[in-house]
C-alpha cells in the first residue's frame, strides 16, 4: 500500500458572491475535483500547477487542517481529517509564505518548543538539530531574534523546525519562493540529502521547474482541481509538446539561423537570436552544430515554464480555458 | 464526512463532563496535554513580551492604573451616597471583588481567546493545526500576557478590602467556603463565555465585540448590587446568560440578602453545576466551530 494515497478525494467550496445590492449569489467551487494518487515511501514528489489549481488545498486535507469533502485519504495509514494531532508527529510541514518561528524570539527557542511540544528525545533532537545546523548553516543564526533573520535565512530556520522530530514525510510549499540563487542552491541539496539519508518522502509545490528538476523524479500537475499529468519530467515535455529555448549570442548581427536541424527559428535582436528546439531532445549537438557554422560569442538555454507547458498540453491559455470550462 | 467523531481539543475543563471509564481516561490525559500546551505557549509568549522590558511594565503600569480608577469612581460615589441600592460600601467592595476577580483570573488565562478571529482571518490558525497539541490551549496561550495581571491584582485586592470591612455578616462555614468557590466557578463561567466567544468567530470574523459585550459588559454589571437594575435585565443575567452565577447569587447569599427577581434561594449553591454546564456547552460549540473551519478553510 502506498504510503501516501489517495482516491477520488474532493474538496467542495460554498462561495458567496454579492450579486447586486442585497442579494446573494451562492456558488460550489470544487478546488479539488477526484484526485486520485499514491506515493511510496521515499519518493520526492513535484505537485505543480497554476495559482488557484488545488495545490495548497490537497496540501491541507494531506495535513488534516481541511477536511476533505468526498473520497478517501491515508497518510502513513492515518486519516488525517479524524486523527490530525497524531498525524502531526509524522509529518512535517512548511508553507513558505508563512513562518512557523516565533518572531521575537531567538531561534533556538522556537526549535527548544518543538522538542517539547513534539517530545523528541533529548539525544535524538540533539543529533537532528546538529545535522540541520550544519547543512542548512544556522550556526551563527541560533541565536538570533527571527525577526531580523532575512528571507533566506528564515527559510532555512523553517525547514530546519520542520524536520526536527524525524517526520516520514515532508511537505513543503513554494519553499525557494523568493529566496537568491544562491539560498535555492542550499535548499535544494539539503532536500536531496535528506530524501537520500533519511528516506523521507518529499511532496512539493512550486513554481520553479528548476526545483522540480533537480529534485523530483516524479511530477503530477494539477490545474481546476483534477490531476493532468503524473510521470516523470521529461514525459511532462513531451506530452506538452514543450521547446526549449537556445538563446546565442553571435559576434554581429546575421541573417537568421535557419540551417541548423533540429532547432526552429524564432526571433534575432542585433547579434542576438532565439531558436527553439524540442525539449525532449538534447541541445549539446544543436549547440554543436551552430558553434560550427557561426562565430558564437555567448549561449544559454531557456527551460519553459510551468505556465507555458500546461498551457501547450492543454491548448490555450489558462483564460481560454477556464471560459470554455465555465 | 458529518459524521466524524473524531476527537476535537475540547477545553480541558470540559473534563467536568462526568463520563465513567475509558471516557474520563481519555479526557484526563486530554486535560493534561492541554495543560502542558498551555504552559509551553504562554512560555514562549512571555519570553517574547520580556525581550521588550520597558514595554511591558508601562502596559503592566497603565493596566492597573485603568482598572483601579474604576474602583475610584466607585469610592467617589460612596463619599456623596450612604449606599448604591440599599448596599453598603463594604458590600459593594465584596460584590465588585468577587466579580472582579473571577473576570480577572478568566481575563489572565483565556483573555488572549478574542485575538483569534485575526488568526481565522489571515490564515495563521494553520500552522496551529499542524501541531501534535490541543487547538483550544494553543488559542487561549496565544498571545498571553502578563499585564493581564493588573486586573486580577485590582478584583483581589478590593475583594480582601471589602472582606475586611464587612462587619454585618455572621459567618458560618458555608459561607467561608462559599467565597473561593464564587470566585473559580465564576472565573470558570466567564472563561466558557469567552470560549463560546471565540466559537463564534470561526463563522462570524468580528464576533470579538459581541463577546466583550457579555465578558467586559457582565464584569461592569456584576460589580454593582443588583437591586439598581430594571428587574427584566437581572432575569436576562440570570437565566439567559448564567452571569448573574458569577458573583451575584452566592455573593447575595455571603451577605445575607435576599436573591433578585424572584430567583430561589438554593441558587446561591447552583454555580459549581451551572459552571459545568457552561463548560460543556463551550465544549461543544468550540468543537462545531472547528469542524466547520476545518470543511470551509480559511
Given at each position: 500500500m502506498p504510503f501516501i494515497e489517495l482516491d477520488a478525494l474532493e474538496k467542495a467550496f460554498t462561495v458567496r458572491r454579492r450579486a447586486g445590492l442585497l442579494r446573494r449569489e451562492k456558488r460550489e467551487v470544487r478546488a479539488v475535483d477526484g484526485i486520485t494518487f499514491g506515493v511510496e515511501r521515499g519518493e520526492?514528489?513535484?505537485?505543480?500547477?497554476?495559482?488557484?489549481?488545488?495545490?495548497?488545498?490537497?496540501?491541507?486535507?494531506?495535513?488534516?487542517?481541511?477536511?476533505?469533502?468526498?473520497?478517501?485519504?491515508?497518510?502513513?495509514?492515518?486519516?488525517?481529517?479524524?486523527?490530525?494531532?497524531?498525524?502531526?508527529?509524522?509529518?512535517?510541514?512548511?508553507?513558505?509564505?508563512?513562518?512557523?518561528?516565533?518572531?521575537?524570539?531567538?531561534?533556538?527557542?522556537?526549535?527548544?518548543?518543538?522538542?517539547?511540544?513534539?517530545?523528541?528525545?533529548?539525544?535524538?533532537?540533539?543529533?537532528?538539530?546538529?545535522?540541520?545546523?550544519?547543512?542548512?548553516?544556522?550556526?551563527?543564526?541560533?541565536?538570533?531574534?527571527?525577526?531580523?533573520?532575512s528571507l533566506g535565512q528564515r527559510m532555512r530556520g523553517d525547514i530546519a523546525a520542520a524536520l526536527?522530530?524525524?517526520?516520514?514525510?515532508?511537505?513543503?510549499?513554494?519553499?525557494?519562493?523568493?529566496?537568491?540563487?544562491?539560498?535555492?542552491?542550499?535548499?535544494?541539496?539539503?532536500?536531496?540529502?535528506?530524501?537520500?539519508?533519511?528516506?523521507?518522502?518529499?511532496?512539493?509545490?512550486?513554481?520553479?521547474?528548476?526545483?522540480?528538476?533537480?529534485?523530483?523524479?516524479?511530477?503530477?500537475?494539477?490545474?481546476?482541481?483534477?490531476?493532468?499529468?503524473?510521470?516523470?519530467?521529461?514525459?511532462?515535455?513531451?506530452?506538452?509538446?514543450?521547446?526549449?529555448?537556445?538563446?546565442?549570442?553571435?559576434?554581429?548581427?546575421?541573417?537568421?539561423?535557419?540551417?541548423?536541424?533540429?532547432?526552429?527559428?524564432?526571433?534575432?535582436?542585433?547579434p542576438r537570436q532565439w531558436l527553439a528546439f524540442p525539449a525532449t531532445s538534447s541541445a549539446a549537438p544543436l549547440v554543436a552544430a551552430v558553434a560550427a557554422a557561426y562565430p558564437l560569442v555567448d549561449l544559454s538555454v531557456r527551460e519553459p515554464d510551468i505556465e507555458t507547458v500546461i498551457a501547450k498540453m492543454y491548448g490555450g491559455t489558462r483564460e481560454e480555458r477556464r471560459e470554455s470550462l465555465t | 464526512m458529518a459524521e466524524r467523531t473524531a476527537a476535537e481539543p475540547v477545553a480541558r475543563r470540559e473534563g467536568a463532563a462526568g463520563v465513567a471509564g475509558p471516557g474520563r481516561a481519555r479526557l484526563v490525559r486530554r486535560g493534561g496535554e492541554s495543560w502542558r500546551t498551555y504552559r509551553m505557549v504562554a512560555g514562549m509568549w512571555i519570553r517574547s513580551t520580556m525581550t521588550y522590558r520597558s514595554s511591558f511594565a508601562l502596559t503592566l503600569f497603565s493596566s492597573f492604573c485603568v482598572t483601579f480608577?474604576?474602583?475610584?469612581?466607585?469610592?467617589?460615589?460612596?463619599?456623596?451616597?450612604?449606599?448604591?441600592?440599599?448596599?453598603?460600601?463594604?458590600?459593594?467592595?465584596?460584590?465588585?471583588?468577587?466579580?472582579?476577580?473571577?473576570?480577572?483570573?478568566?481575563?489572565?488565562?483565556?483573555?488572549?481567546?478574542?485575538?483569534?478571529?485575526?488568526?481565522?482571518?489571515?490564515?495563521?490558525?494553520?500552522?496551529?493545526l499542524l501541531r501534535p497539541a490541543p487547538l483550544l490551549a494553543q488559542v487561549a496561550a496565544d498571545g498571553f500576557a502578563l499585564r493581564r495581571l493588573g486586573r486580577l491584582t485590582q478584583g483581589l485586592v478590593v475583594l480582601v478590602w471589602g472582606l475586611l470591612l464587612l462587619d454585618g455578616v455572621t459567618w458560618t462555614p458555608l459561607k467561608v467556603l462559599l467565597v473561593p468557590v464564587t470566585v473559580v466557578c465564576g472565573a470558570v463561567i466567564f472563561m466558557a463565555v469567552m470560549v463560546v466567544g471565540a466559537s463564534a468567530q470561526f463563522w462570524i470574523q468580528d464576533a470579538a465585540e459581541v463577546t466583550n459585550s457579555f465578558t467586559y459588559g457582565g464584569n461592569t454589571l456584576l460589580q454593582y448590587p443588583p437591586t439598581i437594575f430594571a428587574q427584566e435585565l437581572v432575569r436576562g443575567v440570570v437565566y439567559v446568560v448564567p452571569l448573574a452565577f458569577v458573583s451575584w447569587l452566592p455573593a447575595l447569599y455571603v451577605l445575607g440578602r435576599p436573591a433578585p427577581a424572584g430567583v430561589p434561594s438554593w441558587a446561591a449553591f447552583a454555580s459549581p453545576a451551572v459552571a459545568l454546564v457552561c463548560c460543556g456547552l463551550a465544549g461543544l460549540v468550540w468543537r462545531a466551530g472547528v469542524r466547520s473551519y476545518r470543511s470551509t478553510g480559511s
Open positions: 520526492m514528489v513535484g505537485y505543480i500547477g497554476p495559482n488557484g489549481a488545488g495545490k495548497s488545498t490537497t496540501i491541507k486535507m494531506l495535513t488534516g487542517i481541511l477536511t476533505p469533502s468526498g473520497g478517501r485519504l491515508r497518510v502513513a495509514g492515518i486519516d488525517p481529517a479524524r486523527e490530525r494531532t497524531r498525524l502531526a508527529r509524522r509529518i512535517g510541514v512548511v508553507f513558505g509564505q508563512r513562518t512557523t518561528l516565533w518572531w521575537d524570539l531567538p531561534l533556538r527557542d522556537s526549535y527548544r518548543l518543538v522538542h517539547r511540544m513534539y517530545q523528541v528525545p533529548d539525544a535524538r533532537f540533539r543529533e537532528n538539530l546538529d545535522r540541520c545546523v550544519e547543512l542548512l548553516e544556522l550556526g551563527d543564526l541560533l541565536d538570533v531574534p527571527v525577526r531580523q533573520l526536527l522530530h524525524d517526520p516520514d514525510v515532508l511537505y513543503l510549499d513554494e519553499p525557494t519562493i523568493g529566496l537568491d540563487i544562491v539560498s535555492r542552491t542550499r535548499v535544494r541539496s539539503f532536500l536531496r540529502e535528506l530524501n537520500a539519508d533519511r528516506g523521507t518522502t518529499v511532496l512539493l509545490t512550486t513554481h520553479d521547474l528548476t526545483d522540480i528538476e533537480q529534485l523530483c523524479s516524479r511530477v503530477m500537475v494539477i490545474d481546476h482541481g483534477r490531476l493532468m499529468y503524473d510521470g516523470d519530467l521529461t514525459g511532462l515535455h513531451e506530452s506538452g509538446g514543450g521547446e526549449r529555448l537556445l538563446v546565442v549570442d553571435l559576434a554581429t548581427a546575421m541573417p537568421p539561423i535557419e540551417d541548423v536541424p533540429g532547432a526552429r527559428f524564432v526571433r534575432a535582436e542585433g | 480608577f474604576d474602583f475610584v469612581v466607585i469610592l467617589l460615589m460612596f463619599g456623596h451616597v450612604e449606599g448604591i441600592g440599599g448596599f453598603a460600601f463594604a458590600e459593594v467592595a465584596f460584590l465588585y471583588g468577587t466579580a472582579g476577580t473571577s473576570f480577572g483570573l478568566a481575563d489572565l488565562t483565556t483573555g488572549s481567546l478574542q485575538r483569534m478571529g485575526r488568526r481565522v482571518r489571515d490564515g495563521s490558525l494553520d500552522t496551529f
